[in-house]
């Protein structure tokens, strides 16, 4: 299915865990499959079935949110790998995300993560679009609220380097370093403290930006925001894989967007 990785995309985003995340996602089409004829999905424009893809997805996430506000006091089925606990913590996100609820956020995602239009994003999320355009803008006021990190840029072509952090920094976050091998990204991580990693995938010494964070996250755990230009090759589901992914090009939007996101879901992992 041509979708799927961009389904994975989306739910690992708001999950925060790829495992999480991909759960949600083989749950939502299981769903799908059983609520009418397969046959009537294949029948349906690549726009149709990418809208009715979606609303399911947004649907079992936000009826997973609805679920675990109700049923939060109790503690059992909620260890710290469990889709529900994940869920669960959306008030700790909200606090981190001011008052950005999970359909707040869903709305940002979709719009600029995953490039809907508005009126698609509406539909989607069962939204009046004019309420949509509405709820949309007070996301963006808020997202300018957000805490400021120090970031490491793990990027090897200077001017994208340069243009990652220029965004980062219109925003109030700080440089920590800009790296073009896996060796250099060690050593800025391991000389300044770092909050929140950005990398590409190919680095200038053809090492793996995947296996510098890893490197990095034996001694540092903090959040990771790869940048790729092909992020289907990193949502196959069948082997460790990023969490969060932008896709090359995006704007200063997307890439606010997601460094809130990953911000606010490592709070959720600490607490």
């Given at each position: 299915m041509?979708?799927?990785?961009?389904?994975?995309?989306?739910?690992r985003?708001?999950t925060?865990?790829?495992?999480?995340?991909?759960?949600?996602?083989?749950?939502?089409?299981?769903?799908?499959l059983?609520q009418?004829?397969?046959?009537?999905?294949?029948?349906?424009?690549?726009?149709?079935?990418r809208l009715?893809?979606?609303?399911?997805l947004?649907?079992?996430?936000?009826?997973?949110?609805a679920a675990?506000?109700?049923?939060?006091?109790?503690s059992?089925?909620?260890?710290?790998?469990?889709?529900?606990?994940?869920?669960?913590?959306?008030?700790?996100?909200?606090?981190?995300?001011?008052?950005?609820?999970l359909?707040?956020?869903?709305?940002?995602?979709?719009?600029?993560?995953?490039?809907?239009?508005?009126?698609?994003?509406?539909?989607?999320?069962?939204?009046?679009?004019?309420?949509?355009?509405?709820?949309?803008?007070?996301a963006?006021?808020?997202?300018?609220?957000?805490?400021?990190?120090r970031?490491?840029i793990?990027?090897?072509?200077?001017?994208?380097?340069l243009?990652?952090?220029?965004?980062?920094q219109?925003?109030?976050?700080?440089?920590?370093?800009?790296?073009?091998?896996r060796?250099?990204?060690?050593?800025?991580?391991?000389?300044?403290?770092?909050?929140?990693?950005?990398?590409?995938?190919?680095?200038?010494?053809?090492?793996?930006?995947?296996?510098?964070v890893?490197?990095i996250?034996?001694f540092?755990?903090?959040p990771?925001?790869?940048?790729?230009?092909?992020?289907e090759?990193?949502?196959?589901g069948?082997?460790?894989?990023p969490?969060?992914?932008?896709?090359?090009?995006?704007?200063?939007?997307?890439?606010?967007?997601?460094?809130a996101q990953?911000?606010?879901?490592?709070?959720?992992?600490?607490?």
């Open positions: 041509r979708q799927l990785p961009c389904l994975r995309r989306l739910a985003a708001v925060g865990d790829q495992e999480n995340g991909d759960a949600v996602v083989a749950s939502a089409l299981r769903s799908l059983e009418g004829d397969g046959q009537a999905l294949e029948r349906l424009t690549p726009i149709a079935l009715r893809l979606f609303g399911t947004c649907s079992a996430l936000l009826a997973r949110d675990a506000d109700v049923s939060a006091p109790r059992e089925g909620r260890g710290p790998g469990s889709v529900v606990q994940t869920i669960a913590n959306a008030r700790i996100v909200d606090r981190r995300l001011k008052m950005l609820g359909r707040e956020r869903l709305l940002l995602l979709l719009v600029k993560l995953e490039r809907f239009s508005l009126a698609e994003a509406a539909t989607i999320l069962e939204m009046d679009e004019e309420a949509a355009r509405e709820t949309l803008d007070r963006r006021l808020e997202l300018k609220r957000q805490e400021r990190s970031i490491l793990i990027e090897d072509e200077p001017l994208i380097a243009d990652i952090a220029s965004i980062v219109g925003d109030g976050h700080e440089v920590v370093g800009v790296a073009r091998t060796a250099e990204a060690v050593a800025l991580a391991e000389s300044g403290h770092v909050e929140l990693i950005l990398a590409d995938i190919q680095l200038a010494d053809e090492s793996s930006g995947l296996d510098a890893a490197d996250l034996r540092e755990h903090v990771v925001i790869f940048i790729t230009a092909f992020p090759r990193l949502l196959t069948r082997r460790p894989e969490t969060f992914l932008v896709t090359k090009p995006f704007d200063e939007e997307t890439l606010a967007i997601s460094i990953a911000q606010a879901m490592a709070s959720v992992a600490r607490a």
